[in-house]
């Protein structure tokens, strides 16, 4: 399954009727309080029934992903990042070693293919940041295999997004 | 130095691990501060406040790998609404996971934050196993070193500190099982039913 996950419109975008395309900043997805439900409450299942629960199973079910995101600070910007933390139910409690370091195991989530578009950087210390952070959390999220394409501009996302679409249909 | 600033980060403040990390460095702490955390929602009291501070302690904890967003909206209204003055920026965050190291893109994003403001990166204390530290002996040692930091900060040594529980992997594998399964049987959810592998149910 593919799947498209953007903070900003992309209207320019010609996709399959079949793939889902979520404006995550037009999403309510409060900001997680850490309150670790998800793994000893309600395992699997987030106890804040705003629209995240409808999106993190998606993203785990995916094969292949497209994020199109705002950068801060050398990471996604807030509406992106708000997601990634609360897909935290996609993780079980429990920790494991992998690539010899604790990270936590996953519940049915697919190894997948990441692409980011990520756009609004503004300097090459924040890309690299970025870069560093994405090869980080990609080990927490079974994203290792991720491609980052940059962009100068918002256009250029869109650009940028179209090829990757063109790219998975081909 | 001036007053110190002490935010805390964590999106559960009132219960966090953060404020007992604070807790630590303040019975190594003598000089004027205040307490701050993002729960409270008086952000716009807080980066008026700052206008009186010279230095700036962030304690959170690392959430997906870098800082909660709950903080990275607080460092951007600050960026918009910066003090007249640079600020010295330090910072204690804590980590679940066993290797301090796992803090160091987080590290980067708060150096990042003080060249985006014009505000100069102090001392730095990365702390590892911060969910189940304050629940051990091995407190003492997390104790030490914020201890540490409020003396480095004091005295404007910009320190690099990091703690951790001396552990092998494997132990600190079977801790966090341990420590888990506790959590869990304290809702009455069993290992069982902590390791589904579904996710929002069939
Ligand atoms: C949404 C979320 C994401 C987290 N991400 C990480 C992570 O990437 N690496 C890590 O070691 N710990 C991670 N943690 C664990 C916290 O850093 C740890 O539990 C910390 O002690 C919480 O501190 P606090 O009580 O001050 O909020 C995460 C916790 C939550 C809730």
Redesign the interface.
Known sequence: MDLILTDRHLPSLSLPDNTPVIHVAEQKIA??????GC???T???CVIRDDA?AI??AI?RCDRLLVVSRL????YD?PM??L??RSL??Q??????HH????H?Q???QPKQLTVVAYGA?DQ??RD?FR??LG??SL?TLAEDYTILFADSEAQAEELAGKVVRAWVN | MGKLMIVNG???APK?NSKLYIQAFLSGWSGAYELYSLTQRRQEDCLASLEQCSDLLLVF?L????????L??F??ALLAQPPSHPLRVHMAINCG???PS?ND?AV??IR??C??GGHSFGACLRISCGEAFPTTPFMAIARRKLRKLASAIAKGRPVQLTASMPLT?RM??RA??RY?LG??R??G?SEE?????????P
């Open positions: 900001p997680c309080v850490g309150c670790f793994w000893i409450k395992p699997g299942r629960p993190y199973p785990a801060l600070l050398g990471c807030l990042k708000r990634v933390e139910p996609n079980q409690a429990f920790i494991r070693l010899g370091e604790s990270h195991v519940r049915a989530v503004q210390e924040e940041l560093r952070w980080r959390n927490n | 964590s999106p559960r966090s904890p959430y997906t790998d870098g800082l909660p967003s709950g990275m909206a460092l951007q996971f066993l290797e796992q893109v980067d994003m990042l934050f060249k985006r992997k600190f594998l966090a099982q888990w959590r869990g304290s809702f959810v039913e902590m390791s589904t592998l579904e996710i929002e149910g």
